[in-house]
């Protein structure tokens, strides 16, 4: 599938931010996503605390969470996909992070899939994590914060 999906990345620059556009656009080809737009934002603690608290009821950092915009219906565009915002110092691994969230974006998960989301998550990390790839860091323990 070619993906003509633009991924933006914020606060995070050069190797890392190619990590993490190319984990989100391996998720977007695994869901079948062709084309929309996302953002991928980096925060600390204190930023992911208040969030979570406010979006999900949770007073704790979390290691990620997913703010889809446009559902998964059809749309007249490009669709708008969301924002994944991403707290490092609770990501063991930042790729896996990046990917459960995107997937959360397409419309998947896994507190209702019956471990369709997570199975398709481990298909694309282990894609990634491939010698011709090499993107993920080792000693992953898997990212489910949202």
Same mark, same amino acid.
């Given at each position: 599938?070619?993906?003509?999906?633009?991924?933006? !990345? @914020?606060?995070?620059?050069?190797?890392? *931010?190619?990590?993490?556009?190319? $984990?989100?656009?391996?998720? /977007?080809?695994?869901?079948?996503?062709?084309?929309? &737009?996302?953002?991928?934002?980096?925060?600390?603690?204190?930023?992911?605390? *208040?969030?979570?608290?406010? &979006?999900?009821?949770?007073?704790? *950092?979390?290691? !990620?969470?997913?703010? =889809?915009?446009?559902?998964?219906? #059809?749309? $007249?565009? #490009?669709?708008? /996909?969301?924002?994944?915002?991403?707290? =490092?110092?609770?990501?063991?691994?930042? !790729?896996?992070?990046?990917? &459960?969230?995107?997937?959360?974006?397409?419309?998947?998960? &896994?507190?209702?899939?019956?471990?369709?989301? @997570?199975?398709?998550?481990?298909?694309?990390?282990?894609?990634?994590?491939?010698?011709?790839?090499?993107?993920?860091?080792?000693?992953?323990?898997?990212?489910?914060?949202?």
């Amino acid at each position: 599938m070619s993906c003509r999906t633009e991924i933006e !990345v @914020f606060a995070a620059d050069g190797e890392l *931010a190619d990590r993490l556009r190319a $984990a989100a656009q391996a998720a /977007l080809e695994a869901a079948g996503v062709g084309d929309g &737009h996302l953002a991928i934002t980096l925060v600390d603690r204190e930023r992911m605390r *208040a969030l979570n608290r406010s &979006h999900r009821g949770r007073d704790k *950092a979390t290691d !990620v969470l997913s703010f =889809p915009v446009d559902g998964s219906g #059809p749309t $007249a565009g #490009p669709r708008e /996909l969301g924002d994944v915002v991403l707290c =490092p110092p609770e990501c063991e691994d930042l !790729v896996e992070c990046t990917v &459960h969230g995107v997937l959360h974006l397409c419309g998947y998960d &896994h507190e209702t899939d019956d471990g369709e989301m @997570f199975a398709l998550q481990e298909r694309v990390l282990t894609g990634l994590r491939a010698p011709r790839n090499a993107v993920a860091t080792p000693g992953s323990r898997g990212a489910g914060g949202c």
